[in-house]
C-alpha cells in the first residue's frame, strides 16, 4: 500500500495527499488564502512541507493521512454502494470493516463483473474520473445472440441510446456472441444500451482492463492493495491524456 505523504512534497500534493481533494483543487484553495502555515496565509502551492509544519485548510488542521487503494474483481450481483435502499449486498461486504472508508472510483452495475478500484487517494480518483484524461477501459461482452460483423463498425461510428450518442474506441470480434470493446467514456449502462441499439442484449459483462491496470488472476470477490508503481502508470497516463504535466 502507499505511504502517507512525505515531508518535502510540494504544498499541493500534500493537501491531496491528505484528501482535501485534486491537486488543481488544491491549487485553488491555496491560491483564494484558504490554506495557513505555522499561522500564516500561504499562497504558494509549491511550498515545500516539512514535518515541523502546523497546516489548517479552511480552518481544519490537515496531517498526513494513509493513502490506500485496492483493486478488486467485483462479482455480478452487487451494487457499487456503501448501502443500498433496496436491501441488495453491496460490494464492501467483501471488505473487512478497516478498508470500508475507501470510495469506489468508477463503477460497474449490478449485473457486470470485473475490474473496480477502491481509494481515498483524491488525486488518483480525479485522474481516473475526469473526463478530459479519456482513460480507456478494456470488456468483454457476451451477447444472448449470435451476432453479425456489421454491427462492430455500427458501434465503433457511435449509436444513439437512451444516455445520448455513444460510440466505442474501437470494437474486436472474439467469437458468434462474443467480444472486445474499448471505451473511454462512461455513461450509465453504456455498453448494454449500445448493444441493445444494435439488436442485441448483453449476456455478460466484464471489464479486464482500466489503463495498462488488468484484472489478471484476481478471482471474483477478491482483492489486493494496488502497487506504486501502477499507481504511478495510471497517473502518468492520466496527465498524458490531459497534455498536463506533473
Avoid: W
Amino acid at each position: 500500500m502507499n505511504s502517507p505523504a512525505p515531508e518535502g512534497v510540494r504544498l499541493n500534493k500534500f493537501l491531496a495527499s491528505a484528501g482535501v481533494g485534486s491537486r488543481r483543487g488544491c491549487d485553488a484553495l491555496v491560491f483564494d488564502g484558504h490554506v495557513i502555515i505555522n499561522g500564516e496565509v500561504c499562497l504558494n502551492p509549491g511550498y515545500r512541507v516539512q514535518p515541523e509544519d502546523f497546516i489548517k485548510a479552511n480552518g481544519k488542521r490537515i496531517e498526513p493521512m494513509e493513502i490506500q487503494s485496492i483493486v478488486m474483481h467485483k462479482p455480478p450481483g452487487l451494487v457499487c454502494t456503501r448501502s443500498d435502499e433496496n436491501g441488495r449486498a453491496t460490494i464492501y461486504e467483501l471488505l473487512p470493516p478497516r478498508l470500508h472508508h475507501l470510495a469506489h472510483v468508477g463503477r460497474l452495475d449490478l449485473d457486470s463483473e470485473g475490474l473496480l478500484i477502491l481509494s481515498n487517494d483524491g488525486e488518483l480518483s480525479q485522474a481516473l474520473t475526469h473526463p478530459s484524461h479519456s482513460i480507456k477501459k478494456l470488456y468483454q461482452v457476451t451477447t444472448e445472440n449470435a451476432f453479425e460483423n456489421s454491427i462492430l463498425s455500427q458501434l465503433e461510428k457511435g449509436v444513439f441510446t437512451e444516455v445520448g450518442k455513444a460510440r466505442a474506441v474501437s470494437v474486436k470480434r472474439l467469437s458468434s456472441r462474443r467480444m472486445e470493446m474499448v471505451l473511454n467514456t462512461g455513461l450509465k449502462r453504456q455498453i448494454r444500451y449500445m448493444v441493445q441499439a444494435v439488436g442485441h442484449r448483453v449476456k455478460r459483462l466484464v471489464r479486464v482492463r482500466i489503463g495498462d491496470l488488468t484484472i489478471n488472476t484476481l478471482k471474483p470477490g477478491k482483492y489486493r492493495f494496488l502497487e506504486p508503481a501502477e499507481r504511478d502508470a495510471l497517473m502518468a497516463l492520466s496527465e498524458k491524456k490531459s497534455g498536463r504535466k506533473s
